[in-house]
């Protein structure tokens, strides 16, 4: 994407490392662009219109979501594990306060997935805790919590409003698709357009000149963990509206998906480096593969097992990781910073 | 929990242990303490309080049976895991490693494979998965989570390609040894890890490998000019960890007497992590505490099983276990 971002505070890198991140960067779009061609012109019709896009999209705004939210806290040069069980939290606190209206429910779901992103961002911004552990453990309690709610059964939405929300669309495709293409307009607009964006880099580049600089590294750091437990509570509503229900296992890993699109995008995990709508093509480049493994066994010709989802996914993550290492040192190698 | 990075020779300049100036020496002194020995404290504090409260807590049944029975197959692990993340790395990959060794194992036993084939074999497979894990983080400088997450995703992928992702049921007295036998009436898996945690002590304190792990997780590039192999270093650092894990996945599938590629060691990598982190080893690494992982694993555990023996869900204590980390990093924070 056309969203290439450096650190603000660096000195602009050279041409041969600019069109080699625009290379890197690009690279998930072509491949994206490839398998989507392919697709269309294999599968014909049923692939690329009507349902299939529409529920391709509808699935995929949910990783989606967590994975915008993702990029944020990673472009900080942290990190967040909890987003999967505050997924599973977020639908269940929205089914149970869907039966006084959809909105309500909507709200509770994004604002539990908030306060739990509030709670992170205190732990890591005023006690100073490595969010690596810090959210591993709120991953294990809000799991307790949500599991907790949901008296250890899958909750289970009432018919009619709340599942509304899953089934209406907009010129064919869902509603969570929507939100989710919005979100990563937005969330890349504010990146480059706004202080808080540029913030972000700069703190992710060097948290220590940052400081010096006298920006707001604290505020900023903790709203980034705020906004990842919003979206991905977000995406726990959409989850629940679009199955009816939120069962135990409920955004189990997701975090580590999440992680892995960021990384197809071609954000470094050292912060400061990174593109929103770059992670945007992760997604549906990591979901479209299951998608192509869906319909190449409609074909019946040959029969892929579901398993190989994961091992191809795996395959893809160290194909883009050895392609970014190369990037990094060839960065270092021109005496730019890695 | 011995403080092993508080040896001398390589490791001492590497791991940069210049203290913050004291506010006062007690305070100090309280908070190395807490980091040192909190876990095992604990452990103790538990243990005395289950002794007294909890019915038949105090019989060889309830504590070699169900709470180190339990405890073991994390403890293992979490030896593997202390020493990569003594390295300054971490590896994600165990759950799907021991998935993949424990379907190794039970295909090639149930291929009427002799059993002893069929546990190298495994152990064999744990070992590639280490030197994948090693050579991206090593030889090509890859993030360790990054590097880990690729197995970790392809990992159970490839496990439950072995056999198509069906339960396979073991009937192996022999290869089922390592999870069903009891010499001495001490289950294996209890023995196994007491054997592994002393060799890791070991290794850890007297070789020159273990000084290494410390001086490259302390300061990398300071212990290259040293002239510590900081790569070969790291390489085995995980090499073992795979090797472990694929020790504990046999455990599982010997125990359950089957063999499922989708629920063997999931979430695993969390438990291991949270039981390093707990016993006071700074993720950043430089430092290892065998100990500190094998009491943190056991401490863990105690505290899950404590919480439900006296009527508490499992979920609250999962809340409770979550309460129990962030409070052993803010109390090593002192010290950091």
Redesign the interface.
Known sequence: MTTTVTTPGRTTPGRRVRAGLLLQRQGALIALVILVVFGALRYGEKFATGFNLSSFTGDTAKYGLVALGMTFVIMTGG?DLSVGSVVALGGVVAIKVSDHGLLPGLLAGIAAGAAVGVLNGL?ITK????P???T??????????A??LAG?RAAVAAPGGFQKLGNWSLLGLPVAAWAMFLAFLVGAAALHYTPWGRQILAIGGNVDAAKLMGLPVVRTTFSVYVLSGALAGCAGVFLGSQNGSVDTAAGQGWE??A??AV?VGGTL??GGVGSVLSTLVGVLLLQLIFNLIVFENGKGVINI?S?????I???F??VV??L??RL??RRSATGRPA | MTPEAVGPLVAEPATGTATPVPRGARRVQWTVWAQRYGALATLVVLFVYNAIATPFFLTPQSLLFVLLRQAAPIAIVAVGMAIVIGTAG?D?SVGSVMAIAGQVGATLVLHDQPFLLAIVAALLVSAVCGLFNGT?VAR????P???T??????????A??IT??KLQTLADPDFQWIGLARPFGVPAQVIVAVVVAVVAWLIMRFTVFGRYVLAVGGNETASRLAGVPAARVKLLAYVTSGVLAGLVGLIAVSANSASDANNVGVGME?DA??AV?VAGTP??GGKVTVWGAVVGAVMLKLLQNTLIAHGI???????V???V??AA??LQ?HEA
Do not use: D, H, N, Y
């Open positions: 990190i732990l006690l100073k805790l490595p690596f552990i810090v591993l453990a709120t991953l294990l309690a809000i799991r307790g919590l599991l907790t250890t580590l998906t992680i892995a990384v995990l050292t097992s398993f190989w989802e994961s091992v996914r795996g395959a993550l160290l990781v050895l970014q290492v990094v040192k | 971490i994600l991206l090509f400088g890859v993030q989570i990054i590097a997450l690729i197995l970790f995703i392809a990992g159970r992928g490839i439950q390609l198509g992702g969390l992590i949270a982190a993720l950043t869900t499992k979920e609250v204590a999962q809340m276990e979550g309460a980390i962030i990093l803010w924070r």
